[in-house]
């Protein structure tokens, strides 16, 4: 499994992620604040 590290455009918060992970904020947005997210927020 990759990890990936989420960089949230609005809120800025960094999270480490997997892949699970990933496709759900891809789905649902932000765990944070909610905003919605693109695969470029993604980093490897």
Same mark, same amino acid.
């Given at each position: /499994?990759?990890?990936y590290?989420? #960089? $949230?455009?609005d ?5 480490p992620? #997997?892949d699970p /992970?990933?496709? &759900?904020t891809? &789905?649902?947005? $932000?765990p944070l604040c909610g905003r919605?997210? &693109?695969?470029?927020?993604f &980093? #490897?």
């Amino acid at each position: /499994m990759i990890p990936y590290e989420f #960089t $949230c455009p609005d809120c800025r918060r960094e999270i480490p992620v #997997t892949d699970p /992970m990933r496709e &759900a904020t891809l &789905a649902n947005g $932000c765990p944070l604040c909610g905003r919605s997210v &693109a695969k470029d927020h993604f &980093a #490897t």
